[in-house]
């Protein structure tokens, strides 16, 4: 891998260590609305990266072969959703802000199903990332290195208030400061881990190309309805989430539209 790959792999840990780092000197949590702000802009730009870096890269990319150009997307868009369900039934976990774990029974500390959650949460994100490389890799793909430049950066940019606002709440959990931003940290590394394996995984199948970038476009959409729109509709109404997400959505469009 090139020095410039190596970089835009790394690019959405280093969002996520940014945000983690809050719990260093912010003093508590984030109140409510800005929890929503946060989550609403970081759904906005999933979708948005999903849709444009992943999923129409998926149909253009087929185009031409023997089946019709819209089977990888929508093929490798189910299969993604289901292996997250998938993982979200095999992996004892629990969401912000819920009482209830999900997944099997565990004797896993609160805290832990915490991380678990999020962990579950960047693995989709990693793939994305690795997938889009894999495509600039194989140089028959179509996808620019500004447009998986823009993937990355789009998935850092959610990344920063994600980090922020899993290490808080690890933190007022009793958590010691050092620890909480560990914890953060260590979430997010399943990123640049997932994208490598995913690198090299697309290496060895170059024809699978198409079904990989919709299945990290479906793995991200399930986080995006499965956790993130019930985090964000939480609690008294508000108009703040939906908001966020139509600027997280654009940020991301542009992003992809400028760069690639």
């Known amino acids: 891998m090139t020095k410039d790959i190596v970089i835009g792999i790394m690019i959405p ?3 996520t260590t940014g945000g983690s780092a809050c719990v260093l000197f912010l003093k508590r949590t984030f109140n409510v ?14 979708v948005a990266a ?6 129409i890269p998926s149909i253009e990319l087929a ?5 019709p150009a819209v089977v990888p997307g929508a093929a490798g868009f189910l299969v993604g959703i289901f292996f997250l369900l998938f993982l979200d039934i095999l992996i004892p976990h629990l969401h912000m802000d819920a009482d209830v774990a999900e997944g099997p029974k ?3 500390s609160k805290t832990s199903k915490m991380l678990l959650a999020v962990t579950l949460h960047n693995i989709p994100e990693g793939m994305a990332v690795g997938v889009i490389y894999a495509g600039l890799l194989s140089g028959k793909s179509g996808i620019s290195a500004g447009a998986a430049l823009a993937l990355a950066l789009g998935i850092a940019i959610q990344n920063f208030p994600e980090g922020a606002i899993v290490a808080l709440p690890l ?11 560990i914890g953060g940290l260590f979430s997010g590394a399943v990123e640049p881990v997932a994208a490598i394996i995913t690198i090299f995984a697309t ?3 170059e024809i699978a190309l198409p079904y990989l970038l919709s299945f990290a476009a479906g793995a991200m959409i399930y986080v995006v309805v499965e956790e993130l729109i019930p985090e964000m509709s939480q609690g008294k109404h508000s108009n703040l989430g939906v908001i966020s997400f139509s600027i997280g959505f654009v940020l991301m469009m542009v992003l ?3 760069l690639g």
């Open 256 to 258: 992809d539209v400028v």
């Open 50 to 55: 999903s849709v444009w870096s992943l999923l």
């Open 63 to 67: 185009a031409g072969k023997e089946v």
């Open 13 to 15: 840990f280093i969002g």
């Open 203 to 205: 290496r060895a199948i």
């Open 106 to 108: 565990s004797s896993l």
């Open 171 to 181: 933190r007022s959990e009793g958590m010691s400061r050092g620890r909480a931003f």
């Open 33 to 46: 609305s800005i929890q929503k702000i946060l989550i609403g802009f970081a759904s906005g730009v999933m």
